[in-house]
């Protein structure tokens, strides 16, 4: 029988996080605070983050070790296994080797445990009380309420409402972990009564979850916020995934000529790509892509300009491909694909040529996610349906090429929860969303005023 599964031990987990920041071939532009449009200082962002979080984030040490506490809970769902997609391979008959790094093992179902451990764990080491914060499919705020569970913190999600409609399962899982969930715009937030009275039917966005949720967290000293993607600390937490990857690959004989990851804040994609793009820095030759939605085009449309991150501009400016704080993508399925925004160390790699960013329609995602489902059995998240259609992309192109091409991607959630969105797909209630130019470029006047980077095009 040959191999599929490449499996580490717990001893054989790394004891260490990558920091990428280390390694950046071009510096970062540094945050600017909302207000002053001055570069930040680890003291704006102290009514927000703990100490020791904003320490992470503004850090360029290359390594940074896991605390013994991170490492414990970790194991409950890692190392996460490398598959060998054989059965997938066969079904579309493709010379390509593919693989992909499971992240749906983790009692969440995706890759988002991975940060929120870690951010509950410095929390908890702060007396940090509660914990508030935005979540889009619900994959970040059932996360984040089992890990602040897991440390005694109270933890309040602010859900984006779309999703909050479509996936009341989310929100009882958050419930069961202990968390109070909240559809967002609310009335509950000064900057949820305001967009309410602007647009009684919003939809919602991360944009306007996240500024519900960082207002809720600087009225209350005992209060912080977290956010799931984005952010440089989220980037080096989820370096985990890449990090073991590369010993499983390496257990499998192989190394990746492509590396693929669905990219909404960028974070599952970073978490996997970024210890291989190091060696792309160092000279290596890897296809390193990553997929957003082509009705949610942050990195294939948005400029790199700098934004908040959220909608009533109460986050710190960033530089980042961007489609404006209130761009309101159409209500696709990938809840979590639906952020105006790209975290600033992805978006700093695709200026350098490091990353390739793609987009892909929703349909063909679904369909992807079909075949895959019937050949290796997992039903992906709809998100994570997106690196599987680029997967099955390069897959058919390396047949058509007839070349041996090495593809590893992240599968960084399962859809067990999403089965709602498959329904509307057999149905044939869902539909491909084209973006007209000039709605990106309403949304892009708001950055006119706006601070321009050094780098911006
Ligand atoms: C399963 C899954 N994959 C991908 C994403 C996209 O987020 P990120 O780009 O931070 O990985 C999400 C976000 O909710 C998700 O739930």
Redo the contacts with the bound molecule.
Sequence with gaps: MKTQKFLLTEQEMPRQWYNIMADMPTPMEPPLHPGTGQPCGPEDLAPIFPMNLIEQEVSTQQWIDIPEEILDKYAIWRPSPLFRARNLEKALDTPARIYFKN?GVSPA????PNTALAQAYYNKVAGTKKITTE???G??GSSLAMCCSFFGIECKVFMVKISYNQKPYRRLMMETWGANCTASPSTETKAGRSILEKDPDSPGSLGMAISEAVEEAVSDENTKYAL???LNH?MIH?SIIGLEAMKQMEMAGDYPDVII?????????A?LAFPFARDKINGKNIDIIAVEPTSCPTMTRGPFAYDFGDTVQMTPLLPMHTLGHNFVPAPIHA???RYHGMAPLVSQLILDGIIRPEAIHQLETFKAGITFARSEGYIS?P??NHAVAMTVREALKAKEEGKEKVILFNW??HGLVDMASYESYFRGNLADHDLPQEQIDAALKDLETLPKPKQAK
């Design positions: 992240e179902g995706s890759h988002k979540t889009g499919a994959q970040w799931g993607s984005v989220v989820q990851g669905s990219a909404g804040g960028g974070s599952n994609f978490g809840g979590g694909l998240a998100e994570c960084s959630g």
